[in-house]
């Protein structure tokens, strides 16, 4: 009763009685209440409790007002069966498991939205919850969690306060979260202990740029109760239920101040708050009530003057009929819309504060239908500007580097035997400094300059105590990672479920997949290539026969057919010889595991164990480290101790045909990954922040950091195609050069032999020598040509010999036979010529006139 909330909500029950009745003089029924003070605690709060219902018969108690308090008169309320009307919000008091207890504000629960809702629009993803010990502190515990979780922010530690410890436990708990990274803090916590809490937060140096303070309705209520001369909580946001403003209400907070100075004139501080307003409200409706049952139970006064007998207080009878009345009633009253559903005050809308100097600053408003607004019917959404602990304007990012490590932040970075395009640890021989280059390296410090902060950072190679090899593979790498050996991972590591389960990703920035490399074959170097446009079966289909006129009828559909072919036999010989068809000599994994062939891995990656998975022994797994190595074990096969195919993933596949893209090419046959990632701590605030810069850097940067670290591939790796194909050479027509040669071949070697025949009596006769020989057949082989040319321009024109060759020839001698058997009826005459030649031959001359 001495306490200001005591003293504010004694003078509102006042006024609110007093304008209650003044309105409505005709009633019948009036509230006369009693005071009792529970002196702040458990046992005298119930004992009061008990003396107002024995002793003066009450039918309804307001308060008590703390949790822990409202916990123990609750149930002695409902042993009693008398209304207990408490603003206790704790969600461990139920007015459903409870029905005798009317809640005089919102479930504490319900304020969590717009404080998650808060810590969203911010993007902060980690928080430290910090709360008072008690009813009022455990009970918001699990939910805040939950609500947390939903947002995708994690509460990264728990601090419970207790009311009676001392400001040195305070400091100590403080400098302990100081240590840790998180920088928003959640405060729920009562005006007391509240008060000694921000005065040691600024002790600290906790209340300085980049610290993010958030506190309860509980508290935001009464910061007026706060000792602001020392603006300890500057940069502090609040949510409270919010209050339209009204004439009604203004009429009340200068009456009600007037009224309390007049009857506190020592108390200066004490200011009218929400908790005071919603009292005024609850005694207008908790008079409304009170008349309307005392018409429905006119009749039953007898009831309501019998004895009570406290002997046992299970047994206490008191008038029921009021409960129903006031656990469901809705008026507008000074709060706006005053409505109890099922025994509990609801609230919609919450206002968001900003604490600057010595009083708060709305900044917005939350509500479900339209989130977070500046304005409260608009569906603008945002903040306005918010003034930051250490004065600032610039949103805090919600975390640091802790103290103990806050200079830099441990990079640790594989050490790599090759391929050192990816990335590259050297150390400079003259300073001894860590020099790292590569493509990961180029993308991770694009990332870094596209946040919008500064990121202290060192690589640290991860490598054995010899300082030069590595000191394991990219898993163990993964959980040095997990075990605080580093703060991130940077490099060519692979994003695995495996891995997500020790380290958290960021975006992928690389393509990804598992493929195979293998030998390739370029069907233009077949020499009988030009055979391929046309399976075996369709050249045999070409050659039928014609050999009667129903087959020379169906020549003429086949001029069509022909017409096809031609074309396409064409185009597909023209594809074939410009754009290469290369094939793989194998085309799937099964098929080398059947075969019993090695197959060849980057040596630390983790497609030794996908290889392992697929059935492969150790026998055939070789491992290696550079693209030389990938081709010399590549050329000898798996016949020659080497390897049939090299499984590795998409980046470094393009990498490898890029400079060997004559001799190999990527099976269609891929194994899905992630691609590339950094690797962060589980729970690392940085996860949200560097994910959005890669994104930002492989929409704007990446192209031009690879075209800096990999030439420009001179083959399609997934066709083997040619970006630039080669001209046509010789090995594109072997097979029809082959052809000609050897027919032109045979036909001179015939002509040879015919020749040599017709001249075997020069080449045998024994009188001329060999100089003649060549002479007369060098001279034999002239005329011989001068009259195959003769005959060919004058087929009339014949040699002697020709004549008494054709003349004595079997063929005229049966023509002769077969003319005279011909009719001149028939149409066919024949003469005879009796023409000299030589004085030795006659020519026939037979003209066939029809």
């Known amino acids: 009763m001495n306490s200001s909330t005591g003293k504010m909500m004694n003078t509102c029950i006042s006024i609110a009685i007093r304008d209650f009745y003044r309105k409505h003089a005709d009633y019948t029924t009036e509230i006369l209440p009693y005071y009792r003070d529970s002196k702040q605690d458990d046992v005298e709060a119930a004992s009061a409790a008990i003396d107002l219902m024995k002793n003066h018969r009450v039918m309804a108690i307001i308060g008590p007002m703390t949790s822990s308090q409202a916990d123990f008169v609750i149930e002695i309320g409902n042993k009693a069966k008398v209304p207990i009307i408490s603003p206790a919000t704790s969600p461990l008091l139920s007015p459903i498991d409870s029905s005798y207890f009317v809640r005089l504000g919102p479930d504490s629960t319900y ?192 009831k309501r003057d019998s004895k009570m007998d406290f002997d046992d207080i299970g047994t206490l009878e008191t008038e029921t009929s009021l409960l129903p009345l006031i656990r469901n009633f809705r008026f507008d009253g000074l709060t706006g819309d005053f409505n109890v559903i099922n025994g509990t005050l609801q609230a919609s809308v919450y206002q968001i504060v900003n604490v600057i100097g010595n009083g708060e600053k709305p900044i917005g408003f939350w509500c479900p239908k339209n989130g977070i607004t500046k304005k409260l019917n608009d569906q603008t959404n945002g903040l306005k500007p918010v003034t930051w602990p250490g004065d600032t304007h610039v949103i805090p990012k919600g975390w640091e580097t802790p103290v103990r490590n806050k200079n830099r932040l441990r990079i640790g970075v594989p050490m790599k035997g090759g391929l050192n395009q990816f990335i590259n640890a050297n150390i400079d021989p003259e300073t001894g400094q860590l020099i790292m280059t590569g493509f990961c390296v180029d993308v991770f410090n694009a990332v870094v300059d596209a946040l919008p902060y500064a990121l202290n950072h060192e690589f640290m190679p991860f490598v054995s105590s010899d300082g030069k090899t590595p000191a394991g593979s990219y898993d163990d790498l993964v959980l040095n990672l997990s075990n605080g050996g580093y703060d991130a991972i940077v490099g060519d590591i692979t994003i695995l479920a495996n891995r997500s389960d020790k380290v958290t990703f960021t975006l992928p920035y690389t393509e990804a997949g598992v493929s195979l490399i293998v030998r390739k074959k370029d069907e233009r170097k077949s020499t009988w290539i030009f055979l391929k446009p046309l399976e075996t079966e369709l050249w045999i289909t070409t050659g039928e026969k014609v050999t009667s006129n129903l087959s020379r009828f169906v020549v003429i559909v086949w001029v069509l057919v022909v017409l096809v072919l031609t074309s396409s036999y064409t185009a597909s010989l023209t594809s074939t010889l410009m754009v290469p068809q290369l094939r793989p000599r194998y085309t799937d994994i099964n098929e080398i595991k059947r075969l019993g062939e090695s197959v060849g891995y980057q040596e630390g990656s983790f497609v030794r164990n996908l290889l392992k998975d697929l059935g492969f022994n150790d026998r055939q797994l070789k491992n290696y480290s550079t693209f030389e190595e990938y081709d010399k074990a590549l050329e000898l096969g798996s016949q020659n101790g080497g390897v049939s195919a090299i499984m590795d993933e998409l980046p470094y596949i393009r990498l490898f045909l890029a400079k060997y893209c004559d001799n190999y090419t990527m099976t269609r046959s891929t194994y899905k990954t992630a691609g590339f990632g950094f690797a962060f701590p589980q729970g690392s605030p940085l996860i949200h922040d560097v994910s959005k810069a890669v994104l930002q850097v492989t929409e704007k940067q990446l192209i031009n950091i690879t075209n800096r670290w990999f030439a420009e591939p001179n083959c399609d790796p997934q066709t083997g195609a040619k970006a630039y194909p080669d001209g046509l050479g010789l090995d594109s027509f072997k097979g029809v050069f082959l052809i000609t040669a050897s027919s032109t071949t045979a036909a001179l070697l015939i002509f040879i032999f015919m020749f040599l025949y017709q001249n075997r009596e020069t080449l045998l006769s024994k009188d001329h020598s060999v100089s003649q020989k060549i002479a007369v057949i060098a001279k034999a082989f002239d005329v011989f040509k001068d009259d195959d040319v003769s005959r060919k321009s004058n087929p009339e024109a014949a040699t002697v010999e020709e004549v008494n060759n054709i003349s004595n020839s079997p063929a005229v001698s049966v023509f002769h036979q077969e003319a005279e058997m011909f009719s001149h009826d028939d149409g066919f005459t024949t003469t005879e010529s009796q023409t000299p030649v030589h004085d030795t031959i006659h020519v026939v001359d037979l003209t066939i006139t029809n």
Do not use: C
């Open 111 to 302: 304020q969590l939205k717009p404080i998650a809702e808060v810590i969203k629009h911010f993007k902060w993803t980690e928080v430290v919850f910090v709360y008072e010990d008690g009813e009022y502190g455990r009970g918001l515990v699990p939910y805040f969690s939950e609500a947390m979780r939903k947002i995708g922010t994690k509460v990264m530690y728990q601090t419970v306060i207790y009311p009676s410890v001392s400001d040195d436990w305070i400091l100590a708990e403080l400098y302990k979260l100081k240590t840790m990274q998180t920088r928003v803090f959640v405060v729920h916590a009562l005006p007391e202990l509240a008060s000694r809490f921000f005065k040691k937060v600024n002790e600290t140096g906790m209340m300085e740029d980049g610290y993010v303070w958030i506190i309860t309705e509980g508290l935001t209520n009464r910061l007026h109760y706060l000792d602001h001369k020392d603006e300890s909580m500057q940069g502090v946001l609040g949510v409270m239920s919010y209050i339209p403003k009204s004439d009604k209400l203004t009429d009340f907070g200068k009456r009600w101040k007037q009224e309390f100075r007049s009857r506190h004139p020592e108390d200066v501080e004490t200011e009218l708050d929400m908790s005071g307003i919603r009292l005024y409200d609850t005694v207008f409706g908790l008079a409304k009530a009170l008349e309307h049952m005392s018409i429905q139970n006119k009749d039953d006064k007898q």
